[in-house]
């Protein structure tokens, strides 16, 4: 965590110094809390879930017992929920008990992972042998096991961070350290890449395109590694964005996209939330802000990295690694 802390703490500093925002929280636009039905997490001290319905946190969990930070959860349709926290990957049920959890091998780390089907999950873990691995949840068994490359074996914590498999039964991934969004298929051959310093996080969209996500801002590529649509900071700086990590694209055809705060950089590791940027924001084609999720109080649910729009028709995972489904 030291270097995310270091490579950050000016940011927040500055944002901090900035004073609140210029009257935007007391006009947000939208519906607030009631705009979507979510899953929430987000890179903190704490390990906090949060599911939003109609408004209200309708359930939420607090893991105590496990280390690091949450990089990435997953809803299921049955209500099971799998959490990467850094140090470990677990699955919990609605009623907040552990169906399954692997540990990260010692000086390693697991920063996602979903859902394939109903009895297995798909992550990746960071380190000196960092490699894509498929667990089967109900035999507790690893099924399948993939080297992948890294710039620095030793730098575990700059590797890599976000991965979603694609329509294609591909897997992509956000390298971080390798500044690249890299799709790999199920026998890890390389089959498509694409240049992205800063990159945090890459989704294949239903047109076949990228949308990469990071320091820089969000970018929308073609096939051929063509920028078609971008969001910067300088785009939504009113709301003083500054620290992208995940977007997605919605059927509307707008775009989500979070902004993540340091809390280990913050005085006493205490964000002021009335100072702190929305956790949230959808923004239009033509990049107007229509909806901001600014939730630091009543209820706060802290630092987002991580919001997945809840369908309870959705059923997320449908998805396939090869011939793994």
Same mark, same amino acid.
């Given at each position: &965590?030291?270097?995310?802390?270091?490579?950050?703490?000016?940011?927040?500093? @500055?944002?901090?110094? *900035?004073?609140?925002?210029?009257?935007?929280? /007391?006009?947000?636009?939208?519906?607030? @809390?009631?705009?979507?039905?979510? #899953?929430? *997490?987000?890179?903190?001290?704490?390990?906090?879930?949060?599911?939003?319905?109609?408004?209200?946190?309708?359930?939420?969990?607090?893991?105590?017992?496990?280390?690091?930070?949450?990089?990435?959860?997953?809803?299921? /349709?049955?209500?099971?929920?799998?959490?990467? =926290?850094?140090?470990?990957?677990?699955?919990?049920?609605?009623?907040?008990?552990?169906?399954?959890? =692997?540990?990260?091998?010692?000086? +390693?780390?697991?920063?996602?992972?979903q859902f394939i089907g109903r009895d297995r999950?798909?992550?990746?873990?960071?380190? &000196?042998?960092?490699?894509?691995?498929?667990?089967?949840?109900?035999?507790?068994?690893?099924?399948?096991?993939?080297?992948?490359?890294?710039?620095?074996?030793?730098?575990?914590?700059?590797? #890599?961070? +976000?991965?979603?498999?694609?329509?294609?039964?591909?897997?992509?991934? *956000?390298?971080?350290?390798?500044?690249?969004?890299?799709?790999? !298929?199920?026998q890890g051959r390389e089959v498509w890449q694409?240049?992205?310093?800063?990159?945090?996080?890459?989704?294949?969209?239903?047109?076949?395109?990228?949308?990469?996500?990071?320091?820089?801002?969000?970018?929308?590529?073609?096939?051929?590694?063509?920028?078609?649509?971008?969001?910067?900071?300088?785009?939504?700086?009113?709301?003083?964005?500054?620290?992208?990590?995940?977007?997605?694209? #919605?059927?509307?055809?707008?775009?989500?996209?979070?902004?993540?705060?340091?809390?280990?950089?913050?005085?006493?590791?205490?964000? !002021?939330?009335?100072?702190?940027?929305?956790?949230?924001?959808?923004?239009?084609? !033509?990049?107007?802000?229509?909806?901001?999720? +600014?939730?630091?109080?009543?209820?706060?649910?802290?630092? /987002?990295?991580?919001?997945?729009?809840? !369908?309870?028709?959705?059923?997320?995972?449908?998805?396939?690694?090869?011939?793994?489904?």
């Amino acid at each position: &965590m030291a270097t995310t802390t270091r490579r950050r703490s000016t940011l927040l500093a @500055l944002l901090l110094a *900035a004073g609140p925002l210029t009257g935007q929280t /007391s006009r947000l636009p939208g519906k607030g @809390l009631a705009q979507y039905d979510f #899953l929430y *997490a987000g890179e903190a001290m704490t390990r906090d879930v949060y599911i939003v319905r109609s408004g209200k946190v309708a359930w939420e969990f607090h893991d105590d017992a496990a280390k690091g930070e949450i990089s990435d959860i997953q809803m299921a /349709s049955s209500g099971n929920v799998v959490i990467a =926290h850094q140090f470990g990957v677990k699955v919990v049920t609605p009623d907040k008990k552990t169906l399954w959890s =692997h540990p990260a091998d010692e000086k +390693h780390e697991i920063h996602t992972a979903q859902f394939i089907g109903r009895d297995r999950v798909i992550f990746v873990q960071s380190g &000196m042998r960092p490699r894509i691995i498929v667990a089967n949840i109900a035999s507790n068994t690893i099924e399948r096991t993939i080297p992948i490359g890294a710039a620095n074996l030793a730098n575990t914590h700059g590797q #890599l961070r +976000h991965a979603r498999l694609t329509p294609q039964g591909t897997y992509l991934l *956000a390298q971080m350290d390798l500044k690249r969004a890299v799709e790999i !298929d199920e026998q890890g051959r390389e089959v498509w890449q694409l240049a992205a310093p800063g990159i945090w996080s890459a989704t294949r969209l239903a047109n076949g395109h990228t949308l990469v996500t990071g320091k820089n801002g969000v970018t929308e590529y073609s096939p051929a590694g063509d920028a078609v649509w971008t969001l910067k900071p300088e785009d939504v700086k009113d709301w003083r964005y500054g620290s992208f990590q995940v977007s997605y694209r #919605l059927s509307n055809g707008n775009t989500l996209v979070n902004h993540w705060v340091n809390q280990w950089s913050a005085p006493d590791n205490k964000i !002021d939330g009335r100072n702190a940027p929305p956790q949230w924001l959808e923004v239009t084609s !033509d990049k107007r802000v229509v909806w901001a999720l +600014h939730q630091w109080d009543q209820p706060n649910l802290g630092p /987002s990295t991580i919001l997945q729009l809840l !369908d309870r028709s959705a059923r997320p995972e449908e998805v396939r690694f090869g011939a793994i489904h």
